[in-house]
């Protein structure tokens, strides 16, 4: 954890700013003299806090740090996601024209000396490309596995920070970011509109909002959920782990590599493209393995329809946003707003 995230930093309990950090134990990383706002400037270093814990010195709640990462979070967790072996590799093109196109209207350009909020942060792919654009990204899960991996996985860059949080309790201060985005996960959570509010109050005015949610499944596609969801509701990890890896396998031979090998071909694309998840064959397998994983862990919620994201950015007083419906295996929405 570096000293700087405390700028950003409330307690999610009272919401109190008068937070105290304690440092058990440090380490001196080397970045870029322009980039150091406590270490040395002529040696081009800085602290990072690996131990410790952040203190609320109005409600006295205790938050520790561990493995550089601090835990911000009230009660239980939900269920968790598999993600602790996950990595991506960064020359795979797939990973950023995803980002690219979930962002959409903004570019990279938009992102460069932005304070920027990953709400749902998974393994970090999408802080990862943020970070790169330029932006300061606080990456968010509620998570262990997820904070684990997106801190392993954004390593490289020194202007993301990792916390262990609530997207619907986030410990960020009001008005004080540029743009926070939520993709893959409103429809998991149990009232989507909180985690809405809290998104939009961290935001500066003008500040940004961008979503990505799935929209309805009906027919087969649905019928397949609810049995899976059904067989594996009561598997331990290690089972549906194992579970997960018998499906990925099953795809990787029955769906990613017939579309590889006739997805190219005049006359066979429009028949390989009704395969099941198709559009997964880029993907390394540990990836789809954890989204495998998740989507059978995780239950999901709640469906969405543009209309509800008209209706959601309106009512919270967003002005100039943008609804589109993409189509791949399903139907999926995303949106971007600006806060007034």
């Known amino acids: 954890m570096k000293y700087r995230l405390m700028n950003w930093l409330i307690c ?3 919401k109190s700013e008068n937070l105290i950090l304690e440092s058990t134990k440090t380490v001196k990383t080397n970045v870029y003299s322009s980039h150091i706002l406590d270490g040395d400037l002529e040696d ?3 602290h990072e806090v690996i131990e410790g814990a952040i203190h609320c010195s109005d409600c006295e709640t205790y938050y520790p740090i561990r493995d550089g990462i601090p835990r911000m ?13 996950t990595s991506f590799n960064r020359a795979i093109d797939v990973w950023e024209e995803h980002f690219k196109e979930l962002s959409y209207p903004l570019t990279d350009k938009d992102y460069l000396g932005k304070t920027v909020v990953d709400i749902g942060c998974g393994y970090g792919r999408h802080s990862f490309f943020a970070a790169r654009y330029g932006a300061e990204v606080i990456a968010v899960d509620s998570s262990e596995d997820a904070v684990l991996s997106t801190s392993k996985n954004c ?4 202007h993301v920070h990792v916390v262990m949080a609530d997207a619907a309790q986030l410990p960020i ?3 004080i970011i540029d743009h926070a985005y939520c993709f893959g ?3 998991h959570i149990e009232n989507p509109l909180e985690v809405l509010k809290k998104a939009t109050d ?8 961008s979503l990505w949610v799935y929209g309805p499944r009906q027919g087969l596609t649905l019928m397949i959920n609810n049995a899976l969801r059904g067989m594996t509701t009561n598997m331990s990890h290690e089972e549906l782990l194992q579970f997960s890896r018998t499906i990925a396998s099953s795809l990787r031979l029955f769906s990613h590599t017939p579309y590889k090998i006739f997805g190219q071909i005049p006359g066979l694309r429009s028949i390989v493209s009704h395969l099941p998840v198709h559009d997964h064959h880029k993907w390394p397998f540990d990836v789809v393995v954890a989204d495998i994983y998740d989507r059978l862990r995780i239950p999901v919620l709640h469906w969405f329809t543009g209309e509800d994201l008209e209706k959601w950015y309106g009512n919270m007083g967003y002005v100039n946003f943008t609804v589109r419906r993409r189509v791949g295996n399903n139907e999926t ?8």
């Open 44 to 46: 081009d270093w800085e």
């Open 155 to 158: 390593a490289s860059l020194k």
């Open 173 to 175: 201060k009001s008005q």
């Open 333 to 340: 929405f995303c949106a971007t707003g600006f806060r007034r």
């Open 73 to 85: 979070v009230i009660g239980e967790l939900g269920p968790q996601t598999q993600h602790r072996t």
């Open 202 to 209: 961290i935001l500066k005015p003008s500040g940004s909002l």
């Open 12 to 14: 999610p309990h009272c």
């Open 185 to 187: 996960v409103l429809h």
